[in-house]
């Protein structure tokens, strides 16, 4: 209890200043608080903050209900302020009866969809082609609500919400429809929030009255309101905020007024994104490392809130790796396949690719960059600019919020990432001479270029040279299954080359079996093995070819979890560690361990073993606050275990990465 | 009689009864260092101090002229520094270049009159050979032009498969000298000798390379040093020269070099420049090893991981002075850096060769055969190149500057 009292005290008096004060007193103190001013440029918080002033506060980030059980929603994890942390159990504990039917219904699905998306609009800027900032977005928001809802003590609900109605639109706004379930819930909830955040109790004093049936009516509202913004088409922002608004003050408002809340919702999204642009540009030159200053901040607000970490929400979360989106698998499914036919700023290419993403059928870097870069092609075919607005920014735009909801389906790999930035660079570049259908046709020439020449001739490129590593009477070793080391195999096999391949393969993926099975089916010598054994089995092996997710700009590789172990094996035993990777993964971030930037995988994937019930001896044990389970996706494998790395650019010591990622920059300039 | 220690050295010289090892030896210990060095710079002055750093940058320039294609001011600019030099230097080129009318042309010919000089390097003669392909070239063309060149390279190539330094020199002449992007701007006549501009100075700046590091390598020779020397190699000849030149007190142990026995020929070469040389048996190696402040190695070839492709032995005694933390420091000229990477000891092309072992070996013995090894970067501390002093990664970074 004290340990939350002095971290808000901390904050509270800027923040209250910036939900009630004029624009430029917001703007102003909107800046010292050093975590915003930090994390963002300071015009964006005061853009979500004026709102969340007449909001009733946990707003920014929308209800984490979705997060705790149902949504991936990538920073929700990171408990950044006291009050996710109880609205998150109040979500868990009421969702099953509240949210749950409604969410079958696809209209009901919407709000929650819709209330994710807006904060990753919000950081949609970041994530281009810095996954790891979207946390950091996620921090910032949350301290805002965190500092806002406590500048409303006591019956400050409907005195906000009255100035709010004079407040002009905002996403968060909006999004406070959505809270107030959870705030409701957390009230009629949770016993310990009361014990444990008093202060904010009184702050939704206000609403304690509503009741479950209340509640019930409006979601009634919000679905109605979801069906008719579907017929609705664009709305003017400032119309849907006062609709909101209203809402906020009376939950139950008629379906007219609910109904402009998806738009100004999506609206708001983009307007915020266009606003934050520039800003987040300039930042980002001056922060290189935007990941790591992150991971800096947020241990240290860790640190600040270990102690009442909510269990339900730390249960999966190994310490270390708090500061990673915990990527949640399964539920979250259906929802997002339900809303594929509504109405919706994502478009349906982009849409599938993420489900695709999400369900895990699209995997290995290649394939979902390819898969990404076709779905914005499409998107790029489908793409008109709307009057007023300027093609290159408002497309930019437009792909960043497709990106950010391909980072709510999975975090973007760096190869994405890269993939990305080239994209907007080409948009960046685009002359303002061309015709709106001539810079599409030459944006998509420029996606089809990237896929053939930096994907597929350079996976050729990689196999030819690759090849000429291979020995009659080798024993070649792999791991995981990566597609540019299955083609050097078959390659090396057509070219009748006599050699043994040994896979290696690890749980819960098992992708090995899959490569064994294509290989086998090829005619080609196998043996399979899982990672335990690979001390065994090295000894015998002549080579070992790897893939990489992405090779660093100090060498060091970051692929797929159980890569460093390989490879530190084959150092031991003093066989050459191979590396096959297109120049196009490589990025000029320096990474040193696998903790700072990594993808955390479904716990559940660790913890069970499907169809064997005589060993699932953890299934009982899946709720319990004294068990983490970490099931890491990635690892990094230091340079030195690395003997050579094959490019589209030749063979390499891992020291010359700089040098290609240098070339290859300048090569971007040049196209 | 020798010591590890330099100061022992000193300490000796000041007692001025040095005289007792090398008859020839005395005047030159008698002198006070610093006035040893100054004599030494004095001396090296006149004939290369000057050209060195010019050439020095000359090749970097260069180098990086290719690969930035704006080689024109560069490449004018360097011509024009270069012309004053170039006559003084090297009063052979025209003397060979002329040699070559009458009869059919052919770069083999050509090759091989160039390599009748005993001082020049495969890759060299090669080099100059090639440049005269284009000045014999009848091509109108750029295209046939550079289909000519490409031919009378793969020739080369193919008169010596084995020969990495050969092979190197072939595709960085090919790359220096036809990779420019300004030739597309010019007439073929211009351009041709634009080529053959480039083309002299590639064999000028490799016919320098030797100098420059023996320059380049001064620094790292001390006085009282013992130096290891594995194999003959005339860079190595020349750096060890150079500081014999300079007064440097130093002593070096050849190793044999069996069986071509190219330590001994390297050891006769040094008792000419009366520095004090010891053999010993390729196998005494470690037995010596704490005795020896550096080890000195030429290359074969330098390959893209930083590693060297260098004459048997070379990687054993690499190993063991790493262990012993020695300093192992190769000198190789810039034209051996090669688009090779080889894994491990067998991951390239062997270079056989007889093995005379004096006695009959019977059939069923097997007997390795290979002339080389590879030594991988891990081992190696230094490379000393016309391009400067570099660390073992650099050399990737030198290569694809040059050929991306």
């Known amino acids: 209890m004290d340990s939350r009292r002095t971290p808000r005290s901390v904050i509270d008096p800027k923040v209250r200043q910036v939900g009630f004060f004029a624009p430029p007193d917001r703007t102003n103190s909107g800046q010292p608080d050093p975590i915003s001013s930090s994390s963002s440029s300071p015009s964006p918080p005061a853009a979500n903050i004026s709102p969340s002033g007449n909001s009733l506060s946990p707003v920014m980030i929308p209800p984490p209900r979705h997060s705790s059980d149902s949504r991936p929603v990538p920073f929700v994890p990171h408990p950044a302020s006291p009050l996710r942390r109880e609205s998150i159990p109040a979500g868990s504990s009421y969702n099953p009866s509240d949210f749950y039917p409604p969410a079958t219904s696809p209209t009901a699905a919407s709000p929650s969809s819709f209330a994710c998306r807006m904060p990753v609009g919000g950081y949609g800027e970041f994530s281009e082609d810095v996954v790891a900032l979207s946390p950091g977005r996620a921090f910032r928001g949350s301290s805002v609500r965190a500092s806002a809802s406590s500048s409303f003590p006591g019956g400050g609900f409907d005195l906000t919400a009255l100035k709010a109605s004079s407040v002009p639109a905002s996403e968060l706004t909006t999004v406070s429809v959505f809270n107030l379930p959870p705030g409701i819930a957390e009230k009629a909830g949770g016993a310990f929030v009361e014990m444990q955040n008093d202060r904010h109790v009184s702050s939704k004093a206000a609403k304690e009255k509503t009741t479950k049936a209340e509640r019930r009516a409006l979601q009634e509202a919000q679905r109605a309101a979801k069906a008719a913004a579907k017929a609705e088409g664009n709305k003017i922002p400032g119309t849907g905020s006062s609709a909101v608004t209203s809402v906020n003050v009376k939950p139950a408002k008629g379906v007219k007024a609910a109904l402009q809340k998806n738009d100004s919702v999506s609206v708001a999204a983009s307007e915020k994104k266009v606003a934050d642009r520039p800003v987040e540009k300039d930042r980002k030159k001056d922060v290189p490392q935007p990941r790591m200053q992150y991971d800096d901040r947020s241990r240290v607000e860790k640190a600040k809130r270990r102690a009442v970490v909510y269990q339900t929400e730390a249960r999966n979360r190994v310490e270390l790796f708090r500061h990673l989106p915990q990527y949640e698998h399964g539920t979250q499914l259906p929802d997002l396949e339900s809303k594929f036919f509504q109405l919706d700023p994502v478009h349906p290419a982009v849409y599938k690719v993420g489900l695709q993403y999400l369900s895990g059928n699209i995997s290995g870097g290649n394939a979902r960059c390819i898969a990404m870069l076709r779905a914005f092609q499409e998107a790029i075919k489908d793409y008109s600019t709307p009057p007023e607005k300027n093609l290159g920014r408002d497309l930019t735009a437009k792909l960043s919020s497709y990106v950010s909801f391909l980072i709510e389906c999975r975090p973007l790999s760096i190869s994405m990432g890269n993939a990305i930035r080239f994209l907007k660079g080409r948009i960046a570049k685009l002359p303002l001479t061309l015709s709106e259908s001539e810079a599409k046709a030459l944006l998509q020439s420029d996606i089809s270029r990237f896929i053939s020449e930096k994907i597929i001739l350079a996976d050729k490129v990689i196999v030819k040279h690759a090849v000429t590593k291979i020995r009659d009477g080798d024993v070649l070793l792999t791991y995981g299954s990566s597609s540019a080391v299955e083609m050097i195999l078959l390659h090396a096999h057509e070219l009748g080359k006599q050699f043994r391949v040994v896979i290696v393969d690890s749980r819960p993926k098992l992708e090995g079996q899959l490569l064994l099975r294509r290989l086998v089916g090829k005619g080609l010598n196998c043996t399979y093995a899982h990672i335990n054994a690979v001390s065994y089995i090295m000894h015998e092996v002549s080579r070992v070819f790897l893939g990489a997710s992405s090779v660093l700009c100090n060498g060091t590789v970051y692929s797929r979890v159980g890569t460093a172990c390989v490879a530190m094996v084959a150092h031991a035993f003093r066989v050459p560690v191979l590396v096959c990777c297109e120049a196009y993964k490589f990025h000029e971030r320096v990474q040193l361990d696998s903790i700072c930037a990594n993808e955390l995988g479904d716990p559940d994937a660790i913890s069970k073993v499907p169809g064997r019930e005589d060993i699932n001896s953890l299934k009982h044990l899946a709720s319990s606050e004294k068990l983490q389970l970490l099931n890491l996706i990635y690892d990094a494998t230091p340079s030195d275990y690395i003997s050579m790395i094959i490019t589209d650019y030749g063979m390499v010591p891992p020291t010359s990465v700089p040098v290609i990622v240098r070339e290859y920059r300048r090569e971007h300039l040049w196209i | ?404």
Request: net charge negative.
């Open chain 2, 1 to 404: 009689m020798w010591r590890r220690s330099a100061s022992f050295i000193l300490e000796k010289r000041e007692q001025g009864n040095a005289a007792a090892d090398s008859s020839s030896k005395p005047e030159s210990l008698s002198l006070s260092p610093p006035q040893s060095s100054s004599m030494a710079d004095a001396f090296q002055n006149p004939n290369s101090s000057n050209p060195k750093i010019s050439a020095y940058y000359q090749t970097r320039a260069a180098h990086h002229g290719v690969v930035t294609s704006d080689w024109l001011a560069q490449a004018q600019a360097a011509v024009g520094r270069h012309s004053d030099d170039q006559a003084p230097s090297e009063p052979d080129v025209p003397a060979a270049a002329s040699s070559e009318p009458g009869k059919p042309f052919s770069v083999i010919d050509e090759f091989n009159n160039w390599r009748k000089q005993p001082d020049l390097a495969e890759a060299v003669a090669a080099i100059r050979a090639l440049a005269t392909v284009i000045r014999s070239s009848e091509a109108t063309t750029m295209m046939e032009l550079e289909i000519e060149l490409k031919k009378a390279s793969d020739s080369l190539k193919s008169w010596d498969t084995t020969s990495i330094s050969l092979t190197a020199g072939c595709d960085l002449f090919l790359r220096y000298v036809t990779r420019t992007s300004a030739l597309e701007y010019e007439d073929f006549n211009s351009a041709k000798s634009r080529l053959i501009e480039r083309a002299e100075k590639f064999g000028e700046i490799s016919y320098k390379a030797r100098r420059i590091i023996a320059m380049l390598s001064q620094d790292f020779i001390f006085d009282g040093c013992t130096i290891l020397v594995h194999g003959f190699s005339r860079v190595v000849l020349e750096v060890l020269k150079t500081a014999a030149q300079t007064k440097k007190l130093f002593r070096v142990f050849c190793t044999e070099g069996r069986p071509d026995r190219t330590g001994l020929r390297l050891s006769n070469e040094l008792a000419k420049l009366d520095v004090p040389v010891k053999l010993l048996i390729d196998s005494a190696v470690a037995y010596t090893m704490d005795e020896v402040d550096m080890v000195f190695v030429g290359a074969d070839g330098v390959v893209e991981s930083g590693g060297i492709i260098n004459m048997m032995g070379t990687y054993q005694i690499a190993l063991v002075a790493h262990s012993m933390n020695k300093p192992v420091y190769v000198a190789a000229e810039s034209y051996k850096f090669a688009r090779l990477y080889p894994l491990d000891q067998k991951d390239m092309a062997p270079a056989l060769r007889p093995i005379d072992f004096g006695v009959p070996i019977p059939s069923k013995v097997e007997v390795e055969r290979s002339a080389r090894d590879y030594t991988p970067p891990h081992y190696l501390t230094l490379l000393f190149t016309d391009l400067g002093v570099l660390t073992p990664s650099v050399v990737s970074d030198e290569l694809i500057q040059l050929y991306l």
